[in-house]
Structure formats: structure tokens, C-alpha cells
């Protein structure tokens, strides 16, 4: 049985700095992109970020570009977002989700992701 649990979620003022974490167990890890997607409140999910199984590539979303850096460690089955420089509008339910491939997916039609998590709040004040 596959699990994805984020951690790493919580409050800090706008310019402030969080780092979320991802395990996923059940699955080959090593085999598996891995990204995070993000809802607020009354909104509709939006794609942030995603990591290929091979680390050699990401594609971020341009909200966050320069400010939310992804890696991963493939030894602990792990996938991390760190999150500089943090605005209110970054407020959100930070989702992470694996699939095996890595495309346009992603962005486009994220629905068909194989694993999702039940994410961790983060919420930026002003």
C-alpha cells in the first residue's frame, strides 16, 4: 500500500522561510517524479513544482519561481520544498503527489497523478 505524507507546514510572516518534507513509502521511490501542488482557500488546486525520478530535471510554476526550490532524496524516499521569501498569497494546503512520469501532466491535467498526499497547511501572514 502506497502512503505520501507532507510535514513540515505551519505559520510565518510574510518573508519568512519554510521547508515542507514528503515521504512516500510503497512504491519505488527512485522510479517516481515527484511535485506539490497547492489550494487556498476558495480556489482552484494549483500546480507548483516537480522532480524527476532522475533529479535531472524540474519545472516550476512562475508564482514561485526564484523563491520555492524542490530536491529530493532518493535514499530516504523523500521529496522536499524549501519556500524563501514567503508572501500571504503563498497561503495554502501544500499537497505532494508521485507519478511515474514526468510531463506536462503535471500541469495540465494533474487528475491522472497515480499518488496523492493529504497535505499540510501553510499560512504566511502579513
Known amino acids: 500500500q502506497v502512503h505520501v505524507v507532507e510535514s513540515g507546514g505551519g505559520l510565518v510572516q510574510a518573508g519568512g522561510s519554510l521547508r515542507l518534507s514528503c515521504a512516500a513509502s510503497g512504491l519505488a521511490f527512485s522510479s517516481y517524479s515527484m511535485g506539490w501542488f497547492r489550494q487556498a482557500p476558495g480556489k482552484e488546486r494549483e500546480f507548483v513544482v516537480v522532480?524527476?525520478?532522475?533529479?535531472?530535471?524540474?519545472y516550476y510554476a512562475d508564482s514561485v519561481k526564484g523563491r520555492f526550490t524542490i530536491s529530493r532524496d532518493n535514499a530516504k524516499n523523500t521529496v522536499y520544498l524549501q519556500m524563501n521569501n514567503l508572501k500571504p498569497e503563498d497561503t495554502a494546503v501544500y499537497y505532494c503527489?508521485?507519478?511515474?512520469?514526468?510531463?506536462?501532466?503535471?500541469?495540465?491535467?494533474?487528475?491522472?497523478?497515480?499518488?496523492w498526499g493529504q497535505g499540510t497547511q501553510v499560512t504566511v501572514s502579513s
Open positions: 503527489a508521485a507519478d511515474r512520469k514526468y510531463g506536462s501532466d503535471w500541469y495540465i491535467n494533474p487528475r491522472v497523478l497515480a499518488y
Open positions: 522532480i524527476s525520478w532522475s533529479i535531472t530535471a524540474t
